[in-house]
T-cell receptor
């Protein structure tokens, strides 16, 4: 199955630690999107990346959050100095680049901050 | 900017009964519209999409949706649900023109619980 792969599926961190979430897009896809799903809420856009470029980061919190999609390897969403409010499911999606809106989602990484 | 409102946060329904999930959107430009389904502990899967053409769109698993431009709605329907349709359903939009990529704006979701 060459779907979108996210890891880890579950991550527990204590306040102040760092969380790194990884996403490998579907084969042939060069566009990656990160969304956050807070408990009892819908998905909120965070960032859109192409290889080595951040295209749109309008949904990223100004501090502590960063994302990258290097030429080689997976996309990484990094959260520094986590706080309890960062507890959420983080979903990665990929697409080929056509503008028809179809995104292919991974199964998500569930971050719990103690 | 776009916004999406899903009017029902939860919809309980009996097996083999019909279901309708309501979605209204707001946008100053033309949009593409989507319904995604999320089964427990999984990612989202595309159910159907409206890009242009016929306003009645058929998707997977017997779902269909109708685009109503005057009412800015895109309600999802299924005439007879199964237990396996228990999931959360998300309506989403993106600008049809002028926006690079596939950045979607999602509604808050509707939880469908199918009872035997």
């Amino acid at each position: 199955n060459a779907g979108v792969m996210q890891n880890p599926r579950h991550l527990v961190r204590r306040r102040g630690q760092e969380a790194r979430l990884r996403c490998s897009p579907m084969k042939g896809h060069s566009h990656v999107y990160w969304y956050r799903q807070l408990p009892e809420e819908g998905l909120k856009f965070m960032v859109y990346l192409q290889k080595e470029n951040i295209i749109d980061e309008s949904g990223m919190p100004k501090e502590r959050f960063s994302a990258e999609f290097p030429k080689e390897g997976p996309s990484i969403l990094r959260i520094q100095q986590v706080v309890r409010g960062d507890s959420a499911a983080y979903f990665c999606a990929s697409s080929q680049g056509q503008n028809t809106g179809e995104l292919f989602f991974g199964e998500g990484s569930r971050l719990t901050v103690l | 900017a776009q916004s999406v409102t899903q009017l029902d946060s939860q919809v309980p329904v009996f097996e083999e009964a019909p279901v309708e999930l309501r979605c209204n959107y707001s946008s100053s430009v033309s949009v593409y519209l989507f319904w995604y389904v999320q089964y427990p502990n999984q990612g989202l899967q595309l159910l159907l999409k409206y890009l242009s053409g016929s306003t009645l769109v058929k998707g997977i698993n017997g779902f269909e949706a109708e685009f109503n431009k005057s009412q800015t709605s895109f309600h999802l329907r299924k005439p007879s649900v199964h237990i396996s349709d228990t999931a959360e359903y998300f309506c989403a939009v993106k600008p049809a023109l002028g926006a690079a990529g596939n950045k979607l704006t999602f509604g808050g979701g509707t939880r469908v619980l199918v009872k035997p």
